[in-house]
């Protein structure tokens, strides 16, 4: 099973274990009923900010909606878990993520590993409520945050409140970056 086939079924689980209808979910995300069809039947993997929104519609993490297994205590991700292909979930927004800890329940942030290629990357703004933390492991890329654009490159990082529209371009031909997302 694909992992946006496996994020929608968990999305349509939740959402009918809490007796709630597509129209409630969208409307209460501000999309429409056919977009969360589409997610919840795997024909498209939201950007994180969309997954972020209907997380918030069902009272629940992204991490919920990512894995159905939860666990306490401290988990350990062994290095080049998250670059396997198979791992990274790609977004119909033109990047791949992976969720570092997603069966970790009761998080307070949620580290994320992205891989952003240039040409592929679609011109979109996010906007979602909490902080957010980017640091660059490899490559360039424009981050616009607000009115303000900034260059980041290899050992760069930004932090700011994530309500304030962002895009990113990436500049090389991938970047490669690790973005913390906390609750405010």
Do not use: W
Request: charged residues 25%.
């Amino acid at each position: 099973m694909n992992i946006g086939s496996k994020l929608g079924k968990q999305v349509r689980y939740i959402r009918k274990q809490q007796n709630r209808t597509l129209e409630e979910i969208a409307s209460a995300c501000g999309f429409s009923k056919s977009l969360l069809s589409k997610i919840e039947n795997g024909v498209t993997t939201p950007p994180i900010a969309t997954l972020m929104k209907i997380a918030e519609a069902l009272g629940v993490t992204v991490s919920d909606l990512l894995e159905d297994n939860k666990e306490s205590g401290t988990i350990y991700t062994q290095a080049g878990t998250y670059k396997d292909d198979g791992r990274l979930i790609k977004t119909e927004k033109g990047y791949s993520f992976y969720a570092f800890a997603a069966t970790r329940q009761d998080k307070q942030m949620q580290p994320y590993y992205f891989v952003a290629k240039k040409n592929e990357v679609y011109n979109h703004t996010f906007s979602h409520s909490g902080e957010e933390f980017v640091y660059v492991l490899e490559g360039v890329m424009k981050y616009k945050v607000g009115d303000k654009e900034y260059t980041l490159g290899p050992g760069d990082s930004i932090y700011f409140t994530s309500i304030e529209e962002h895009t990113l371009t990436p500049i090389s031909d991938e970047v490669k970056y690790i973005a913390v997302f906390a609750s405010s």
